[in-house]
């Protein structure tokens, strides 16, 4: 056994912080009561994040679940270019990067997908424990994947499957949505809302585990809009699009993520029809 000599301290700093936000999402996600325990009423606008922290209410807890996955998802993007900028990658830093993805990215959507689907639960409780199961598994056989077929001379301009921090993030965002759709807007459209989302959701999951483990390509949305010079025009496209998350990002987080999972795969269906239809046609 070759013992481990030298660590890199900040991008393993971040790496860690990945894993403490999904941590924390597993713990919010699991205080939510099971259905029929609390009442299901409009929630109450809280002033300040203490409250947001200790409240029980349903919907805050989804909230904050999705924050925390998806702050854990910043760390994950932010601690592999922190390393490359350092020059200290280093196959401890992707191991521990992969076991922290499988609890932010694997086990913490899981958990929220369950919570977020209290009715399907109580219905079809075997179907929804089997699908958050699967949802799991798929994040870490894409990660195992990963591991394996990456090297250094990857330019890691595009992924090979869905990548497993977007797949969380599609459910993190539902839970930032019913937030949304429940203190900002009429309550009877999110109780219109709740009952296809709960019916929609773990469906959509088990799509979007298999789209994990798919060899469909993905771009690395971080690199190809950051690394290196672009035109004005992609700057300015840049900071309208940061606006308008950080304006509206109840709605357009959700929006964002589903078009990121729905529209490579789409893409890559249509190539591919076109060149059969071609190669059929010569």
């Known amino acids: 056994m070759k013992p481990l000599r030298a660590v890199a301290v900040l991008p393993t700093l971040f790496t860690l912080g990945n894993l403490v936000c999904g941590f924390f999402a597993i713990v919010v996600a699991s205080r939510i009561a099971r259905p029929g325990t609390v009442d299901f009423v409009p929630a109450q606008k809280l002033e300040s994040v203490r409250e947001l922290i200790n409240s029980v209410d349903p919907t805050h807890n989804l909230m904050l679940c999705g924050i925390l996955i998806l702050t854990a998802m910043l760390f994950d993007v932010f601690d592999g270019g922190v390393a490359r900028l350092a020059r200290v ?15 932010s990215f694997g086990v913490a959507p899981a958990m929220l997908l369950v919570k977020m689907c209290p009715d399907f639960t ?5 179907a929804t424990w089997t699908i958050a199961a699967l949802f799991t598994c798929c994040v870490a ?3 195992a994947r990963f591991n394996v077929e990456s090297d250094d001379e990857d330019d890691h301009m595009n992924f090979v499957g869905l990548p497993s921090p977007a797949g969380a993030a599609v459910i993190a965002s539902f839970g930032i949505l019913s937030y949304t759709l429940r203190n900002e807007v009429n309550y009877s459209n999110f109780e ?3 009952w ?7 469906l959509f999951a088990v799509a979007i585990a ?3 483990v798919s060899r469909a390509p993905y771009p690395h949305i971080v690199t190809q809009l950051l690394r290196g010079q ?17 304006t509206m990002r109840g709605f357009a987080v959700p929006i964002v993520c589903l078009a990121y999972v729905l529209a490579p795969p789409l893409t890559h269906a249509w190539n591919l029809s076109r060149r059969y239809l071609r190669a059929r046609r010569m």
């Open 141 to 143: 056989l894409r990660l």
């Open 192 to 194: 219109a809302f709740d």
């Open 210 to 212: 298999l789209l994990m």
């Open 230 to 246: 672009h035109s004005f025009a992609h700057l300015v496209g840049v900071v309208v699009t940061l606006v308008v998350l950080l």
């Open 89 to 103: 990658t280093s196959d401890f830093g992707a191991q521990l990067d992969s076991l922290c993805d499988v609890v």
């Open 196 to 202: 296809w989302i709960q019916r929609l959701l773990p």
């Open 122 to 126: 109580e219905v079809h409780q075997e």
